[in-house]
């Protein structure tokens, strides 16, 4: 397995990491059987990619074994943000038969943590999320890892988390405080509800904690 530094996973500031824990703790106390779980949010640049990168080295971080899987095909933030070398083979090599999915999983310099990153933008990410390959990476995740953490992208522009949700265990909604409608939040929140997933809740980001 191929190994990948990512930069910046870690944060300084002791209420945020608190926060992660928090959050991980959460997620531990929804039930054994919530291993897959996913997150989504209403627009873009509400922090979902940060939270759900953050959350996933606090659950390796905690002694477990975890996958964190980029699925916003459309238009991933996190090579550019952790400065991962091109060349590094995505999600949609192998959803679209090009890889095996033994080379698009990646060790990290987080303990416990391996990644599988989005890859370059295809012409019908929608149609590769609903194909038999994405499930069978469902399938050999929740076999090898105790916990899968999906960033998806944001509900309120694409159905691509809405799909991604019927594979998952259970599903969060990430957004910015003072950023949202309340309508537009109540709006995604009934999409994840219906999604046939469980719904754990709402992780409120960018909170100016004065």
């Known amino acids: 397995m191929q190994k990948i530094n990512l930069e910046n996973t870690q944060q300084d500031n002791y209420q945020v990491r608190e926060s992660y824990r928090n959050l991980r703790t959460n997620i531990f106390l929804s039930g054994k059987d919530t291993k897959v779980v996913m997150f989504t949010s209403c627009g873009p640049n509400e922090g979902k990619s940060t939270v759900t990168m953050n959350l996933a ?122 950023k949202i409608k309340r309508r537009f939040v109540t709006k995604a929140v009934e999409q994840l509800e219906q999604s046939g997933s469980q719904f754990l809740g709402v992780v409120l980001n960018k909170v100016d904690m004065t």
Request: glycine letters at 8%.
């Open 57 to 178: 080295s606090s659950i390796a971080d905690g002694g477990k074994r975890v996958l964190f899987i980029d699925c916003d095909l459309r238009k991933s933030v996190l090579v550019g943000r952790y400065k991962v070398k091109k060349g590094i083979k995505g999600l949609t090599h192998f959803l679209s038969g090009q890889s095996s999915l033994e080379e698009v999983i990646y060790s990290t310099n987080v303990e416990n943590l391996d990644v599988i990153l989005a890859g370059p933008v295809p012409p019908n990410p929608t149609s590769l999320l609903q194909n038999d390959n994405f499930r069978h990476l469902m399938e050999v995740a929740r076999s090898r890892y105790d916990y899968v953490i999906i960033d998806t992208p944001p509900i309120g522009l694409v159905i691509d988390a809405v799909i991604i949700a019927h594979q998952a265990d259970a599903s969060l909604l990430v957004t910015a405080a003072g």
